[in-house]
């Protein structure tokens, strides 16, 4: 590898984000970071504070490495290939909103594109009315976009949108590159993540549901419809196929791999809702962060509760839903669960291939919304993350807005922060600044139980004193001549379970 190429490979963002420069309706990027990913100097994400990182190893086994190659001399070695980095370049269309807004996306993509596995050569921006329906750059500009690939020796394109497979076929064949869009960079990072069974059937099952439309027409040769004189090309006798082509066997294997993925995850659902209703019994309170995929959920559960999990400068570094068990300084339980991060333009198939894990979010009764505080764009990322929000039916549960990484902006940032969002809190899981205050936050608004009891328990029943300082809220508590007179806040439940003690101090 000559200089020029390593100097490419230690810095890809630099060279995407390079060289403000507009010609013909084309920008290419200006000067900047991706700022989905924080820098490596800037935010110690895997500092002692985020607790055991159970696995990181894991994950740092499945790296793709820079460097090696699959190009061979003898095609007949195709078992020996070696895993390649793609060099990709990113083009993209905006006709509303702001270049700045734009360039934004594009650093997002990105981002997603080296979580994916990927080294970010250039990046093309272009302004038009609404994207050319047959080649979605339009004609002068694909050929643009083909001197550049071939000038860069990128070997895929990936699209800042969700490309129609009509507009996917016609750049690579003008191009003579792969090209791929949002959604399948999206896909493939989620499938690299996810460990669970849960979590791999519904990364598999939200691919196939991209991949139904997109089949290619592969094997024709293989297929016949027709045979005798009706035969491709009047081929006669011995002509004869079995009456199907073999891309609609393909699409009725996937449609049978699809059923059975659906009936798996459904089978799946009786023990999470056993979970929650033994939760839901014990009258315990549950809690969701929730918020922009690397905007700190996982940090601050850790921080919270020294729950272990793992946590990455990446996209989507976690994906099942974690849960753990918390107490308020009053002595109420709580389960705090950290759920799945969200992004703009976030697939539709991931959203309901992981309605399953979003039930956390549905079924709570607070959101602890994360937010990126050092982001460019926060306003941006609280939006995304409310329209998810809505899509699960959470849209009517209390809400806390945190600002994350709080160490990383200046006073001047948090009067800005502030008129977003003046209820907001502001925290830093790295630093441990703010998490009091969260955890202040995240008492004050977990519900209280509903019924007001006020009971006499005598002094060899201590556990009911103990219940009610974990499941109710204690008012105040007094000790007496025949035992502790207490008052507190109640489920229904407990509180006619209680109704004995209730009589002794009417008595």
Excluded: C
């Excluded at 934004?104 to 993509?109: P, Y």
């Excluded at 009764?365 to 993350?385: C, S």
């Excluded at 009067?415 to 502001?426: D, I, Q, T």
Aim: proline share 4%.
């Amino acid at each position: 590898m000559n200089d020029a190429e390593q100097s490419a490979a230690d810095d890809a963002v630099e060279r995407v984000l390079r060289g403000a420069e507009t010609k013909a309706g084309v920008t290419r990027f200006g000067s900047g970071a991706a700022d989905a990913l924080m820098s490596h100097g800037s935010h110690d994400v895997a500092g002692e504070t985020d607790g055991e990182q159970f696995d990181r190893e894991e994950r740092a086994a499945l790296r793709r490495v820079a460097g090696l190659s699959t190009e061979l001399e003898d095609v007949t070695e195709v078992e020996y290939r070696q895993l390649r980095l793609e060099n990709v370049v990113l083009i993209g269309v905006y006709s509303q909103g702001s270049l700045d807004e734009a360039e934004n996306s594009m650093r997002e993509l990105s981002a997603l594109s080296e979580t994916a596995g990927a080294r970010v050569l250039d990046g093309v921006l272009q302004r038009r009315p609404h994207p050319d329906p047959s080649t979605y750059l339009g004609r002068g500009k694909v050929e643009e976009l083909r001197h550049i690939v071939a000038s860069l020796g990128a070997d895929t394109v990936v699209a800042d949108t969700e490309l129609a497979p009509s507009q996917r076929r016609a750049l690579e064949d003008a191009v003579k590159v792969k090209v791929i869009d949002r959604t399948a960079v999206i896909l493939d990072i989620f499938s690299q993540h996810a460990k669970s069974r849960e979590g791999k059937a519904q990364v598999e099952l939200a691919q196939l549901e991209y991949l139904l439309p997109r089949l290619r027409g592969w094997g024709e040769s293989m297929s016949r419809q027709a045979g005798g004189q009706v035969g491709g090309a009047g081929a006669g006798m011995g002509s004869r196929g079995p009456g199907e082509t073999k891309i609609e066997l393909d699409r009725r294997r996937i449609h049978s791999r699809m059923a059975k993925l659906r009936r798996q995850i459904t089978g799946m659902k009786p023990a999470r809702e056993a979970k929650r209703a033994n939760r839901k019994r014990n009258a315990v309170p549950s809690v969701a962060i929730a918020g922009y995929t690397n905007a700190g959920k996982s940090s601050l559960l850790n921080r919270i509760t020294g729950a272990g999990v793992l946590v990455e400068n990446a996209l989507f570094a976690t994906l099942d839903a974690t849960v753990r068990r918390n107490t308020t300084a009053d002595g109420r339980v709580y389960t705090i669960a950290d759920t799945v991060g969200f992004v703009r333009n976030l697939p539709h198939q991931l959203v309901e291939a992981f309605r399953s894990t979003l039930e956390e979010v549905g079924d709570s009764d607070l959101i602890v919304h994360v937010v990126d505080a050092a982001h460019p764009d926060p306003a941006g990322q609280i939006a995304t993350v409310r329209d998810v929000i809505g899509e699960v039916g959470a849209r009517d549960i209390p809400e806390l807005i945190v600002f994350n990484k709080a160490d990383l902006v200046t006073p001047e940032d948090r009067l800005v922060l502030r008129g977003l969002e003046p209820n907001a809190l502001f925290a830093s899981a790295r630093t441990g600044e703010g998490i009091a205050d969260v955890l202040a936050g995240i008492s004050r608004m977990l519900p209280d139980p509903a019924v007001e009891v006020d009971l006499l328990v005598p002094y060899d029943r201590g556990e009911v004193v103990s219940t009610l300082h974990e499941t109710g809220r204690v008012l105040s508590i007094d000790y007496v001549e025949d035992g502790t007179r207490i008052r507190a806040l109640a489920s229904p439940e407990l509180a006619a379970q209680l109704a004995r003690f209730a009589a002794a101090v009417e008595a």
